[in-house]
């Protein structure tokens, strides 16, 4: 099963309005990080937030981390119709030994309407 | 500079024959991963390269799915006697590998949208 489940699964606001999607996983992480990923193609990296950090921003985006919920969350601010994509969050795991993969969410689309 | 690369961008098979895909990382990328989407989901991890090491494949679905990278650097990703539900976009993705408890950065190719009539 998805160690990382986002929601909500969809996203519909108006251009310029905020966008918050949330992101929980179940076991120990060592960083969790969002995904962008435009017309089913490939992911681009947004930003990382490590397990001692417990906010983050980057121009229009704001990821916060509670450990304590094992649940993260990403805003985008005054959002633009350029924004309109899927976004993940992908934990890397503590437990996960040699392995080094990223394990992702089921991906919340995001519609921005102009 | 160049970022991650595959190849093909589509490919369409028939069911039962087999295909390759190619995966050509960032340069100096140690650390090579593929991964497959299917409609509307997240992504599956299938495979880890890093440097020298035996490959991590435990997400391998099958025994019909086997990958190799030549050299450290590009990959071949092959799917044996293909089944409709192997219709997927297969992503490959690199990162440094400097880190000792993974979770890098990792960056994506373009993907390869197979489809397996």
């Known amino acids: 099963s998805q160690q990382g489940e986002e929601d909500p699964q969809a996203l519909s606001i108006q251009e310029g309005e905020n966008a918050t999607m949330n992101c929980s996983y179940k076991?120990?992480?060592?960083?969790l990080q969002w995904y962008r990923q435009n017309s089913g193609r490939g992911l681009v990296h947004l930003i990382l937030?490590?397990?001692?950090?417990r906010e983050k921003h980057s121009g229009r985006l704001r990821v916060t981390l509670d450990t304590s919920k094992k649940s993260s969350s990403l805003l985008i601010t005054a959002s633009r119709a350029a924004d309109t994509a899927s976004y993940f969050c992908?934990?890397?795991?503590?437990?996960?030994?040699?392995?080094?993969?990223?394990?992702f969410g089921s991906g919340t689309q995001l519609t921005v309407l102009p | 500079g160049a970022g991650v690369s595959q190849s093909p961008s589509n490919k369409v098979t028939e069911k039962g024959k087999d295909v390759e895909l190619r995966c050509d990382p960032i340069s100096g990328h140690t650390a090579l991963y593929w991964y497959r989407q299917s409609l509307g989901q997240g992504l599956e991890f299938l495979i880890y390269?890093?440097?020298?090491?035996?490959?991590?494949k435990s997400g391998l679905p099958s025994d019909r799915f086997s990958a190799e990278r030549t050299g450290g650097s590009v990959s071949t990703l092959t799917i044996q006697r293909t089944q409709q539900e192997d219709s997927a976009v297969y992503l490959c993705a690199s990162s440094l590998g400097l880190s000792p408890t993974g979770g890098e950065t990792q960056y994506f190719g373009p993907g390869t949208r197979l489809l397996v009539l």
């Open positions: 076991t120990s992480i060592n960083n």
């Open positions: 390269f890093q440097g020298n090491s035996a490959p991590d």
């Open positions: 992908a934990t890397s795991l503590i437990s996960s030994g040699s392995a080094r993969q990223l394990t």
């Open positions: 937030i490590r397990s001692n950090e």
